[in-house]
C-alpha cells in the first residue's frame, strides 16, 4: 500500500508516510479512514519524501473540492508535509491553494523532526 498511517489518538496525531506510486485514490482512502476515525481534527505529519504523486491537475482539483466540502462540516488539525523533491512539491502546493478555505496552518518542511517540531508548536502561545 503506498500510503501507511497511523493515528495516534492520545496524542491527536496522524502520522502519514508515502511510499511509490501514490493516486486519488489512495489518498481518498486515506481521507475516508481518518474522518471515520475522527481524526480530522488531529494534526497531521505527511511525509512525502519518498512519494511519486501520481495525478493530474484534475485529480488534484477534485482533492481540493474534496477539502472543502469537508471544511462546511469537520475542523481540521494543522497539517506538516516534508518532501524533499520538487515534482511533489509543486503537487502540494496546488491542493494547499485549493484547500485554502480550510482554516489550519499549513507548512511544508525538508525533514521529518522540522516538521514534528512546528507540529508541537501548534496550538501553544
Known amino acids: 500500500m503506498p500510503l501507511r498511517w497511523e493515528i495516534l489518538h492520545p496524542e491527536k496525531l496522524v502520522i502519514v508516510i508515502g511510499e511509490g506510486d501514490v493516486t486519488l485514490k489512495d489518498v481518498e482512502v486515506y481521507l475516508d479512514a481518518i474522518v ?4 480530522m481534527p488531529y494534526g497531521k505529519l505527511f511525509d ?3 512519494l511519486i504523486p501520481k495525478y493530474g491537475d484534475h485529480d ?3 482533492l ?3 477539502i472543502s466540502a469537508y471544511v462546511d462540516t469537520l475542523k481540521g488539525g494543522a497539517l506538516a508535509f516534508v518532501s524533499t523533491n520538487q515534482a511533489t512539491r509543486d503537487i502540494i502546493e496546488r ?6 478555505k480550510a482554516p489550519r496552518a499549513t507548512k511544508i518542511f525538508s525533514t521529518v523532526d522540522e516538521a514534528k517540531d512546528w507540529l508541537a508548536a501548534q496550538g501553544k502561545d
Request: glycine share 10%.
Open 48 to 50: 512525502a519524501t519518498n
Open 95 to 100: 491542493y494547499l491553494n485549493l484547500a485554502n
Open 36 to 39: 471515520t476515525a475522527g481524526a
Open 64 to 66: 481540493g473540492a474534496r
Open 60 to 62: 488534484v482539483m477534485m
